[in-house]
């Protein structure tokens, strides 16, 4: 059973400091995987997808990495602001599967301004 | 991208009763997905929603609890039968796209 953990559980960091997020999953048979960024009381929003060809993708200030060998995925966040403050998710899909995401519990980020 | 819009937006209920949401897409799609989200947990894969035939549900949920309904291949509804206080979450829709899931803004369902 695909299990997800996300690291740090919170986080909070001075405005305009580079941040990294950390996913790991115990089933490396992961075809894709997505970032999603959740604000309180919202649904979610869609941030990166790296699909089963690729190993990163890149957004604006944000990149997102894969490394299917270890199972493990990172979201780098360049030049924090008080806007990036949510919480961010990561999920995957595992290989031969039916769409089915499987979600961390998410790492909250504070950015202090 | 998908446009994914929920009925309603949130709702307080009372235990023994049931609360149908309503899912709506602005493009034609084949899965919809139901997960919830529990008070500080992350999301969970209730059941998958295909146009024409019965959701799927995954371990721990059943149809007599959440019945799903797919009468088209742009709506869908979940039902929330028989809550109790448990049952207090968020609940949302998705589907699959050429760029990954796309969720809904989600239902904040409080069962009293």
């Known amino acids: 059973k695909q299990e997800v953990t996300q690291i740090p559980a919170a986080l909070s960091v001075p405005e305009g400091e580079n941040l990294v997020l950390n996913c790991s999953f115990t089933?490396?048979?992961?075809?894709?995987l997505q970032w999603f960024r959740q604000d309180p009381g919202k649904g979610l929003t869609s941030l990166l997808l790296i699909q089963s060809s690729q190993r990163e993708q890149t957004s604006g200030r944000l990149n997102a990495s894969l490394d299917k060998s270890s199972g493990r995925s990172t979201l780098y966040i360049a030049a924090s602001q008080p806007g990036d403050s949510a919480t961010y998710l990561c999920?995957?899909?595992?290989?031969?599967?039916?769409?089915?995401?499987?979600f961390g519990k998410g790492t909250k980020l504070t950015v202090n301004p | 991208s998908a446009v994914i819009s929920q009925k309603p937006s949130r709702d307080i209920c009372q235990r023994g009763t049931s609360l149908t949401i309503q899912c709506q897409v602005d493009?034609?799609?084949?899965?919809m997905f139901w997960y919830r989200q529990q008070p500080g947990q992350s999301l969970t894969l209730i059941a998958t929603?295909?146009?024409?035939?019965?959701?799927?549900?995954e371990s721990g949920f059943v149809i007599d609890k959440f019945p799903i309904s797919r009468p088209n291949l742009t709506f869908s509804t979940l039902t929330v039968s028989n809550m109790s206080p448990e049952d207090s979450s968020i609940y949302l829709c998705s589907v699959a796209g050429t760029r990954g899931q796309y969720f809904g803004p989600g239902t904040r369902l409080t069962v009293l």
């Open positions: 999920a995957g899909v595992s290989r031969g599967g039916s769409e089915k995401l499987v």
């Open positions: 929603a295909n146009q024409g035939s019965e959701a799927t549900y």
């Open positions: 493009s034609q799609v084949t899965m």
């Open positions: 089933d490396s048979a992961i075809y894709n």
